[in-house]
């Protein structure tokens, strides 16, 4: 299951991959939903005055969007180190994404102080492979 703030993590990603509205399709593949379940949850997303829709150009983040956006990337890229770096989870992408919808503010500012974060977050993850830059696994860990 998708939330609200999956949704608004994945537009603001592709807007910063594309420098552009995020189209509907890349949305739904991103999320591994169909187009009418992102069309759906962005009509959501427009009723809580997180984006903005025009129909063939895409959905953009307002700025009350790109706040809950950066929010939501940084709990996934704490989720994400935790599981990698001090867990070892093999599977820590899968996790995360599991994960993300779940842990709440209070359980990732903990898992923070556990993990040492970088100041740059979250613009230290990189949509391209899914991952923040300090993931200390990728180095380690032979490609499946």
Known sequence: MNTADQYVKAIYLLQQMEDEPAATGALA????VSPASANEM?????????AEHEKYKGVQLTDQGIVRARDALRTYCIIERFLANV???EEFRAEAREL???IDDTVAERLDTIIDRH????DCFDPETDACRYLEVESERPAD
């Open 100 to 102: 993300e919808s779940v």
């Open 29 to 32: 593949n991103m999320l591994d």
């Open 87 to 89: 867990l070892d989870v």
């Open 119 to 122: 100041p740059e977050c979250p």
């Open 42 to 50: 962005i009509g959501k997303l427009e009723q809580r005055g997180l």
